[in-house]
């Protein structure tokens, strides 16, 4: 366990439906990240949370919503996805080493089907 | 794109034989870090390396940075069923607002017994 916990961790859902994936970490991260990613292809950086302030959005569709409340929690809402957004969803938070160093622990992620 | 790009794409030997990766990058960097990703699972931190330095060794993994070159190996020794995974390397690039990292698109390591 990394300490970054994902729900739910396997959703199918239609192009019509409403739904919301959520990343929780108790670690005392400042800043959590949302990923997408697609069979093989690169991790897609979607969006960063710095102080639950949203400090990018790497253009993507209005269809995903980031939202952050606090510095633990972190969600991303959807809604009228396409079949191509199907992948596994990667949230992370980042931990602050010495010197000005960052690395980032991740949660197991959300295998998202839209049918 | 992606900065880090890694080379081979997909690597596969006997248990108890050495593996190496290899990532190459663009951009000037804090430092470079390297993830594994077992199947359907999130990244793992395996081991980070800063831009001053040249390798770096934690249990059986060695990592080299050349920051001239802006390339980076990885090698696990004696490699075990177990170290079946996806391995990322990720950049930490400077002036990197929210501590982003870069992902390259990764070595798939199938290791067989």
């Known amino acids: 366990e990394t300490g970054v916990t994902q729900t739910p961790r396997h959703l199918v859902m239609g192009m019509t439906n409403k739904k919301s994936l959520k990343c929780e970490q108790h670690?005392?991260?400042?800043?959590m990240y949302w990923y997408k990613q697609s069979a093989k292809k690169p991790l897609e950086l979607m969006f960063v949370?710095?102080?639950?302030?949203?400090?990018e959005n790497n253009s993507v569709p209005s269809r995903f919503s980031p939202e952050c409340p606090n510095s633990s929690h972190l969600f991303l809402h959807l809604h009228t996805l396409q079949p191509e957004d199907s992948a596994l969803y990667l949230c992370?938070?980042?931990?602050?080493?010495?010197?000005?160093?960052?690395?980032?622990?991740f949660g197991a992620g959300t295998r998202l089907s839209v049918l | 794109s992606q900065q880090g790009e890694e080379d081979p794409q997909a690597l596969s030997i006997q248990e108890g034989e050495n593996a190496t990766m290899n990532c190459s990058y663009k951009?000037?960097?804090?430092?470079l870090q390297w993830y594994r990703q077992n199947s359907g699972r999130g990244l793992v931190h395996l081991i980070l390396?800063?831009?001053?330095?040249r390798e770096k060794h934690s249990g059986r993994l060695r990592v080299t940075l050349d920051t001239s070159k802006k390339s980076s190996s990885l090698l696990i020794t004696a490699s075990r069923a177990a170290d079946t995974a996806s391995y990322f390397c990720?950049?930490?690039?400077?002036?990197?607002?929210?501590?982003?990292?870069?992902f390259g698109q990764g070595t798939e390591l199938s290791v067989k017994p």
């Open positions: 992370a938070s980042r931990q602050r080493l010495g010197g000005g160093q960052n690395i980032q622990y």
């Open positions: 670690l005392g991260h400042n800043a």
């Open positions: 949370y710095s102080l639950e302030e949203r400090v």
């Open positions: 951009t000037s960097i804090n430092n």
């Open positions: 390396i800063r831009s001053n330095e």
């Open positions: 990720a950049t930490d690039p400077f002036y990197s607002e929210g501590g982003k990292l870069i």
